[in-house]
């Protein structure tokens, strides 16, 4: 019989498992603290003023299209003032780095294509995915500034026959800011390091031309957890062109991807609308 971890954190706090026995007796305890080490060797890689200009900007452009969501728990404005004199969390966190702990809940149908057509939802199509895992322990990350998207999001965009040049837009899992930036240069929108000069500039708040996270993910609209779900139906929305005020234009091929763990796995789906 195992035993059973204490303090509600489930399988993060069972004492048999590795990073109970060798992480946690160093202070590597719970996801904020994992994630820093990440972004703190990616700061000492790309520049510490490039990173943390580029985790605003990711911060204060989710915020906006949060501002765009009735259903999202942050909805009011913020500066990147504020940002910077926001509260630390574990430091380089900021409070406005790290994703919200909310309740919620979603679902999708799956069907096949033939009785997909014969709903009243126009359908979205599944045009090509991939998924892999490199590590466990954050300890054991093979590079703490490249997560394992590197694999699938170049195979999910050839399995489904496109570029990146064709994704209308583009929905990555955001616990933190750093997990939104090093996710856009593992899918190869950016090179490594390159993220910082790829999101300046609100490129990804609305208005912008590279549409990310319009729902305000999961720093600004909801986090129960489990979020990648919710990247999904965000871009069912905009392919059935349901999402209101943050409606994309012309989007009618995007590219999801969630993180699972400790930066440890990843999945990549492209969806497109006809």
């Not at 299209?65 to 966190?93: C, G």
């Not at 780095?97 to 909310?102: E, N, P, Q, R």
């Amino acid at each position: 019989m195992g035993i059973k971890g204490q303090g509600g954190a489930g399988g993060f706090a069972e004492p048999n498992q590795p990073p109970q026995q060798y992480e946690a007796p160093y202070g590597i305890l719970g996801p904020p603290v994992n994630y820093a080490l990440a972004v703190i060797r990616y700061m000492h890689q790309y520049g510490e003023d490039r990173t943390r200009q580029a985790m605003a900007e990711i911060a204060v452009s989710t915020c906006k299209w949060a501002q765009l969501n009735p259903k999202a728990m942050m909805r009011e404005p913020v500066t990147f003032d504020e940002y910077h004199d926001s509260r630390w969390i574990v430091w380089p966190f900021h409070l406005l780095d790290c994703c919200l702990v909310t309740d919620a809940g979603a679902a999708v149908v799956i069907t096949s294509a033939e009785r997909a057509k014969s709903l009243k939802k126009k359908p979205v199509w599944v045009l090509g995915g991939a998924e892999s895992h490199d590590h466990n322990m954050i300890s054991q990350m093979p590079d703490l500034t490249s997560t394992v998207s590197r694999v699938t999001g170049p195979s999910a965009l050839q399995r489904a026959g496109v570029t990146h040049d064709d994704i209308d837009l583009t929905m990555v899992y955001d616990s933190f800011t750093y997990t939104a930036l090093v996710t856009l240069e593992g899918l190869g929108f950016c090179k490594p390091g390159e993220g910082p000069d790829f999101v300046a500039g609100q490129r990804t708040a609305p208005g912008g031309d590279f549409p990310l996270n319009t729902s305000g993910g999961g720093l600004s609209y909801t986090h129960p957890g489990m979020y990648g779900i919710f990247l999904v139906v965000e871009a069912v929305r905009q392919l059935r062109k349901e999402a209101g005020e943050r409606q994309v234009a012309d989007c009618n091929l995007a590219l999801v991807n969630g993180t699972g763990g400790f930066l440890s796995s990843t999945g990549t789906v492209v969806l497109a609308a006809d």
